[in-house]
């Protein structure tokens, strides 16, 4: 098992910045692939952000309106995952998840096999 935990979300005005955290434990893999989606009020949860390695190879994905504001990253040795989140828009406001899977990286969502809990970001105008 692997529980995810995720930190790091608040309030903040549109242009700000945020950085999440999700920090992995229990029976973390050496190769697996790490992703960060959302899911706003009455819509389905959808891809943000993913990121996998296989030695020192590191790949990333982005879902197309993140691109260029968003940066995923990792801390192999803390276990961590981060997003960080810049020129914040009022339509990023969701409740963001860690996910984790062993394998490649995908963005898509039911290939992923343990989530964290969430933390809200609220963006306002």
């Known amino acids: 098992q692997v529980q995810l935990v995720e930190s790091g979300g608040g309030l903040v005005q549109a242009g700000g910045s945020l950085r999440l955290s999700c920090a992995a434990s229990g029976r973390t893999f050496s190769n697996n692939a790490m992703g960060w989606f959302r899911q706003a009020p009455g819509k389905e949860r959808e891809f943000v952000a993913a990121?996998?390695?296989?030695?020192?190879?590191?790949?990333?994905e982005y879902e197309d309106s993140v691109k260029g504001r968003f940066t995923i990253s990792r801390d192999n040795a803390k276990n961590l995952v981060y997003l960080q989140m810049n020129s914040l828009k009022p339509e990023d406001t969701a409740v963001y998840y860690c996910?984790?899977?062993?394998?490649?990286?995908?963005?898509?969502?039911?290939?992923?096999?343990?989530w964290g809990q969430g933390t809200q970001v609220t963006v306002s105008s």
């Open positions: 990121i996998s390695w296989r030695g020192r190879v590191t790949y990333y």
């Open positions: 996910a984790a899977r062993q394998g490649s990286l995908t963005v898509r969502l039911p290939e992923y096999d343990y």
